[in-house]
């Protein structure tokens, strides 16, 4: 901590004052400095905002080099309405109308496995071991409560099913009664009247899950088989009602479907697991499981006539789902169709596309059999928004450059902005306003500029406008070839010059690099000189302060001096 420093006690001179005054003197220079680092900030600064607008110029740029969306094209259908087809074209695609007539489309091929594949509920008609947790049926029953008969039976998930018959007795004092048959693995509701099922207000879903429906018939049976394959359970808690031999001691084993192998383990694995490794796997194949009619289908991943095979050595997991030799292979069917009443023409999808109609760049989708009319026509609104695009962005180089380089004059007075003297940007704005209204020498017609396509400078500025729409979409309409040039011609079009150009500004190493790096460095000594500057004047404030106190002890020692002989005298 700084003493505290009393002054003029002897003297009667304020030399702290004094002092502060001259340690503010000696700042002005490093004032200046600090003044000159904080602009040199700000250019940086701005060059680099520079910089950033500028490659958001060359994206755009980017957009326009290639000469083929010049010719976008879009399509419509003769019907609007249709359901027939969808259709869509890339650019280039051939003008034209193209009649399609779909006589039959794609289909996959499966394998429709057989039914039941899961054991019954119970293997008699006692059910009181069967609980309501543990029955294999497709959905697991919830506990709660349901009506019958206007009577409300409560269940719950430890209770057997034969308590849950007893319940219903109960609680319709015996005027219905519930019995099982292990032969259907049904349930069947018996009433001395009719019987009523059911309420907006049920809890459980036990009567869903039984599969009993209906009303006003005194005599109700599930309307099919309740056994199902528990898909989350382990393959031998499953429920398959056919068992899995071909595994080793481990419970390992493999089968085959379209020369891929999937290997399983009948303990760990579960039949939802099975499924999803061979759904997940490059078999091509899908494979689901239809809980109402307790059976499996696999289905090629993809259409048209293709084979569908499955191998695995007796006893297997997928004789086990009903999908081997007693499944029904369906052969799948390929896409039928002509094109303006030519031969008739085979896809194995329904995408048809070049491979299969022969047109370049037209991709048609069949949704159903019928007859429709594909127009494909010329479509500018994709170049037109891109171009769009380019001026936005040009625009935006130009209108910073000015803002950043102006001279201001106001009332004699003269203001310039933080790159006014910058010779490169200067440049740079000449360039680009002389780049974009360059004639391109391959074109001999009336389009050579952009000038032909109704875009302008702006009246004293150097921004774009589109002056005539009506230019532009014609141009691009009638004649895309010319506009494409203009654009991306190899040696004059107006994308190379621009973009090799602004490239010379932005690279690594590039002018705003050099510039950049330049002004870093002069900041890095103006601060060194500021650092010094300071180291001195703290050393110059100590001296004078030094100074000033060595007075001040004279001058005590001259006033005692004085006050003896003023008092010997």
């Given at each position: 901590?700084?003493?505290?420093?009393?002054?003029?006690?002897?003297?009667?001179?304020?030399?702290?004052?004094?002092?502060?005054?001259?340690?503010?003197?000696?700042?002005?220079?490093?004032?200046?400095?600090?003044?000159?680092?904080?602009?040199?900030?700000?250019?940086?600064?701005?060059?680099?905002?520079?910089?950033?607008?500028?490659?958001?110029?060359?994206?755009?740029?980017?957009?326009?080099?290639?000469?083929?969306?010049?010719?976008?094209?879009?399509?419509?259908?003769?019907?609007?309405?249709?359901?027939?087809?969808?259709?869509?074209?890339?650019?280039?695609?051939?003008?034209?109308?193209?009649?399609?007539a779909i006589s039959q489309l794609a289909t996959a091929t499966d394998r429709d496995g057989s039914v039941d594949v899961g054991t019954t509920i119970s293997a008699s008609a006692d059910v009181s071991g069967v609980t309501l947790a543990t029955m294999n049926t497709s959905t697991a029953v919830t506990a709660g409560t349901f009506m019958i008969n206007g009577q409300q039976v409560t269940v719950a998930t430890t209770d057997s099913l034969q308590d849950v018959?007893?319940?219903?007795?109960?609680?319709?004092?015996?005027?219905?009664?519930?019995?099982?048959?292990?032969?259907?693995?049904?349930?069947?509701?018996?009433?001395?009247?009719?019987?009523?099922?059911?309420?907006?207000?049920?809890?459980?879903n036990f009567l869903n899950v039984v599969k009993l429906f209906g009303n006003g018939t005194s005599s109700v049976t599930s309307v099919s088989k309740l056994g199902a394959v528990n898909l989350n359970a382990s393959i031998t808690s499953s429920g398959l009602s056919t068992s899995i031999t071909n595994v080793d001691g481990d419970g390992d084993g493999t089968f085959t479907i379209n020369g891929v192998v999937i290997a399983f383990n009948v303990n760990n694995d579960s039949v939802g697991a099975i499924i999803q490794r061979i759904n997940d796997s490059q078999a091509g194949a899908i494979v689901t499981y239809d809980?109402?009619?307790?059976?499996?289908?696999?289905?090629?991943?993809?259409?048209?006539?293709?084979?569908?095979?499955?191998?695995?050595?007796?006893?297997?997991?997928?004789?086990?789902?009903?999908?081997?030799?007693?499944?029904?292979?369906?052969?799948?069917?390929?896409?039928?169709?002509?094109?303006?009443?030519?031969g008739t023409l085979i896809s194995t999808s329904n995408v048809l596309d070049a491979g299969s109609h022969g047109i370049t760049g037209l991709s048609v989708t069949a949704k159903e059999t019928g007859t429709e009319i594909v127009n494909v026509q010329s479509d500018s609104s994709g170049i037109r928004e891109k171009i769009e695009t380019f001026i936005e962005k040009y625009n935006a180089v130009q209108s910073f450059i000015e803002e950043n380089t102006k001279i201001t004059v106001e009332d004699s007075s003269v203001s310039t902005s933080i790159l006014t003297d910058n010779r490169e940007v200067d440049a740079l704005e000449r360039s680009l306003r002389t780049s974009v209204f360059n004639a391109?020498?391959?074109?001999?017609?009336?389009?050579?500029?952009?000038?032909?396509?109704?875009?302008?400078?702006?009246?004293?500025?150097?921004?774009?406008?589109?002056?005539?729409?009506?230019?532009?979409?014609?141009?691009?309409?009638?004649?895309?070839?010319?506009?494409?040039?203009?654009?991306?011609?190899?040696?004059?079009?107006?994308?190379?010059?621009?973009?090799?150009?602004?490239?010379?500004?932005?690279?690594?190493?590039?002018?705003?690099?050099?510039?950049?790096?330049?002004l870093e460095s002069r900041t890095k000594s103006l601060q060194t000189q500021i650092d010094s500057l300071e180291t001195y004047i703290e050393f110059r404030k100590e001296a004078l302060t030094l100074s000033f106190l060595r007075m001040e002890n004279f001058q005590a020692e001259i006033n005692g001096q004085l006050m003896i002989l003023s008092q010997f005298l």
């Open positions: 901590m700084e003493p505290i420093q009393l002054t003029g006690l002897a003297s009667g001179f304020d030399w702290k004052t004094v002092i502060d005054q001259l340690i503010r003197i000696e700042r002005i220079p490093q004032a200046r400095l600090t003044i000159e680092k904080a602009e040199i900030a700000t250019e940086i600064s701005t060059l680099g905002d520079l910089e950033t607008k500028l490659k958001a110029l060359q994206v755009s740029l980017g957009d326009l080099k290639s000469s083929s969306i010049f010719y976008g094209r879009s399509t419509t259908l003769g019907n609007v309405d249709s359901t027939t087809l969808t259709a869509s074209a890339a650019n280039n695609t051939i003008l034209g109308s193209y009649s399609f018959f007893d319940a219903i007795n109960t609680a319709t004092s015996g005027a219905v009664t519930a019995t099982y048959s292990s032969v259907t693995d049904k349930i069947t509701l018996t009433g001395s009247g009719t019987i009523s099922l059911g309420s907006p207000n049920d809890s459980s809980s109402e009619n307790d059976k499996f289908v696999i289905v090629n991943a993809e259409t048209g006539s293709l084979g569908l095979t499955v191998s695995e050595t007796v006893g297997g997991f997928l004789e086990a789902l009903g999908l081997n030799s007693t499944a029904t292979l369906n052969l799948g069917n390929n896409a039928n169709f002509t094109v303006n009443g030519g391109v020498p391959a074109l001999t017609g009336t389009i050579k500029r952009l000038h032909d396509l109704g875009i302008e400078f702006k009246s004293g500025s150097n921004e774009l406008e589109i002056v005539e729409g009506t230019a532009l979409d014609d141009a691009l309409e009638q004649d895309p070839g010319a506009v494409s040039t203009i654009f991306t011609d190899a040696t004059d079009g107006l994308v190379v010059g621009l973009d090799s150009y602004i490239e010379n500004y932005v690279k690594d190493s590039g002018i705003l690099d050099i510039q950049t790096d330049t």
